[in-house]
């Protein structure tokens, strides 16, 4: 600041004569003027005609300006770096935003070029499944999960299964145990059975699917806000994968009984298949809503189903439950 304010008091000094009378040199006289003219105090140029400091010094090469000229360039230049930051920010703004609309196409291209496509919603759901209908030509095999559906929808349900079956498609479809305690259903499905469809019940199956020719799939999801939702699969690895699920499952699972014959042979532990099956989901920390889903049933029926199994196996708890089971060899 006192070169600043020598050069500011005697104008018409040199850069010599200033250095001289601070006593610096030449060197530290340059540093000092690259200072102040970082500072907008000084600029080592000389000044221009037309300068708008009336009060600007030139001491030799250098154009020493008034603190208010420095403060009000200063201003300025800062305004026109902020001007150029907003627009290169704008600029960038409106590349995020063209980024992020191409992302979505390619994601979408994505999509269809790996074979999936998300349905949401049951209107959605149930459009696809009646387009589904006509472009079935020869094999359905379906996994059906849930309880017991309403009348309309199963006199529906035969009737599209009755047009499909006159096309000469083969059909294999399997169904949860439980939903055929509802005479309903049982109807139901012993009218798919006339029909030559291949109807077989098991215990738990793990979601909703339908696999048409071995080229496309359609499988439910599980969505937590209570949506409906399903998933479109055309993709030939992931429906390989889906057919082995199927047909690992099938085998697994048992004909349709008559209603007077009992759900399941005799065992030496005394637990039902059910009960065995729900045994083994509580050893595997399922919840009661997660074993309602799996049994078709609701969360009331699976509380006094887990009563009934606490009962044959003389257990209070869940864990007492789960000992006992593996000490008789259930698990």
Known sequence: MQVYRTMRMNP?????????????????????????SRLGLATPAPGADGDPDPEAVRPGPVTVFSPETAFARLVEAREATLGEALARSR?????????????????????????LEL?????????????????????????????????????????????????????????????????????????????????????TLPFRMIIVDRSLALC?????????????????????????????LWTESEGLRPP?????????????????TIVRLLHEGSSDHAIARALGVTERTVTRKIREVFDTLGVETRFQAGVAAHDRGLL
């Open 119 to 203: 349905l949401e919603g049951n209107e959605a759901v149930g459009g696809f499944l009646a387009e589904l209908e006509a472009a079935m030509r020869e094999e359905v095999l379906a996994l059906h999960t849930g309880g017991k559906p309403p009348q309309e929808v199963l006199d529906a349900s035969l009737e599209a299964d009755r047009r499909v079956r006159e096309r000469g498609v083969a059909m294999r479809a399997v169904y949860l145990t439980s939903v055929t305690r509802h005479g309903s259903v049982r109807s139901y499905l012993e009218a798919l059975a006339a029909m030559g469809i291949e109807i077989r019940v098991r215990a």
């Open 91 to 115: 600029d960038l703004s409106r590349q995020v935003a063209d980024l992020l609309e191409c992302l979505d196409e390619v994601s979408a291209h994505s999509r269809l070029h790996a074979g």
């Open 260 to 276: 007077e014959q009992p759900a399941g042979r005799a065992v030496p532990h005394g637990l039902a298949p059910e009960q065995l």
């Open 12 to 36: 018409d000094w040199s850069g010599d004569r200033v250095a001289a009378s601070l006593g610096l040199s030449p060197a530290t006289l340059s540093a000092a003027v690259g200072e102040l």
């Open 220 to 248: 439910s999801l599980n969505r937590a806000e209570g949506r409906a939702g399903a998933v479109v699969v055309r993709t030939a690895p992931i429906i390989s994968l889906l057919v082995y699920v199927f047909n690992l």
